[in-house]
């Protein structure tokens, strides 16, 4: 590969530039767009797994295509791949034409590195497409599934919410549904990688979904950024995101559980690990990911477990105000 030739990730950075320059943040918001900085895409791709020789992948909303590039990338470092095959997911048509342009730049710089890159491009609704009495007997199961889905609140009559409705209860949000198809699409012991929002770590919308997407998969990795805003900066979004890895039928014991301030310092993260226990935790009212970042947040834990009563028991009672629940 020449010097003056970009890695195909950075191909797709380039092209996310410029759509960005050319679009309103308006529109980009209305779609659930927010792009994946280059390195937050990479650190998820260097997650994933290439120990076989056909590696196959799912990007449910590819965006510009950089989680599936930085995958090639990935790849090539370990000597086992030989094959990609990619079907990639995005219904702006525009994108749509970043993604092929990324994608066939990743098949010329992956044929040098003697692999061979196969992909398909599909302009559909991903949840919409796959109507699950259809996919079933039609899709091949994938090795891994990465994504940043879109994120936005959708109606419970929506056509989409109607098809999901499986994950669905009280008034749902896109991103939600993406993780529960894209975790159906996996074949046993296969693995995704997604970041989204950590709002479906406990509350009563995604009450139902924790419970049906965690009896599919098991969390084995979970990378929390301490700034709100610094994940998706070029976006001018404030939200508080999180990196999942879990694997399909996976029975893992230990969950690792790492932080860093923003996405300069990925690649020396701090962290520790708990227990799945404690880290999936069922409550009377479902399943809650709780996500503790540090040895003093894993102490209380312990404290809190000890304790044989409720709060109310203990004649206490409590005025908070509005709460957002996966803060508390």
Request: with cysteine; hydrophobic share 45%; aromatic share 10%.
């Amino acid at each position: 590969m020449l010097s003056t030739q970009l890695y195909p990730a950075e191909f797709s950075e380039s092209q996310v530039a410029s759509f960005i320059s050319e679009s309103s943040i308006k529109n980009r918001k209305a779609l659930g767009q927010f792009f994946t900085p280059l390195s937050v895409a990479r650190f998820m791709a260097s997650l994933a797994e290439y120990n076989k020789q056909t590696l196959r992948v799912l990007d449910a909303g590819a965006g510009s295509g950089i989680l599936s590039c930085a995958v090639c990338e990935a790849a090539v470092k370990n000597k086992a791949v030989k094959k990609i095959e990619i079907d990639a997911y995005e219904i702006d048509p525009l994108l749509a034409e970043l993604v092929r342009e990324s994608l066939h730049v990743a098949k010329k710089w992956l044929a040098q590195q003697h692999i061979e890159l196969s992909f398909r491009i599909i302009e559909e609704d991903f949840i919409l497409s796959l109507r699950q009495d259809l996919w079933a007997k039609e899709i091949v199961p994938y090795d891994l599934a990465i994504g940043n889905p879109p994120y936005f609140k959708i109606g419970k009559n929506d056509p989409r919410a109607v098809t999901a409705s499986r994950f669905v209860c009280g008034q749902p949000n896109i991103y939600a549904l993406f993780m529960g198809v894209a975790a159906e699409l996996l074949k046993d012991k296969g693995l995704m990688v997604m970041i989204t929002p950590r709002s479906y770590a406990s509350g009563p919308y995604f009450r139902l979904f924790r419970q049906r997407f965690f009896d599919m998969v098991s969390p084995e990795r979970v990378h929390l950024f301490e700034s709100r805003k610094d994940a998706f900066r070029k976006d001018e979004i404030l939200q508080e995101n999180i990196i999942l890895k879990a694997r399909k039928a996976g029975n893992s014991a230990i969950i690792n559980i790492s932080v860093s301030k923003g996405v300069d310092d990925l690649d020396n993260p701090a962290g520790h690990r708990l227990s799945t226990s404690q880290a999936l935790y069922s409550a009377d009212k479902g399943r809650i990911l709780r996500l503790p970042v540090s040895n003093l947040d894993i102490e209380v834990i312990d404290i809190v477990e000890q304790w044989e009563g409720s709060l109310h028991k203990y004649g206490l009672q409590i005025s908070t105000g509005p709460v957002v629940s996966f803060r508390a």
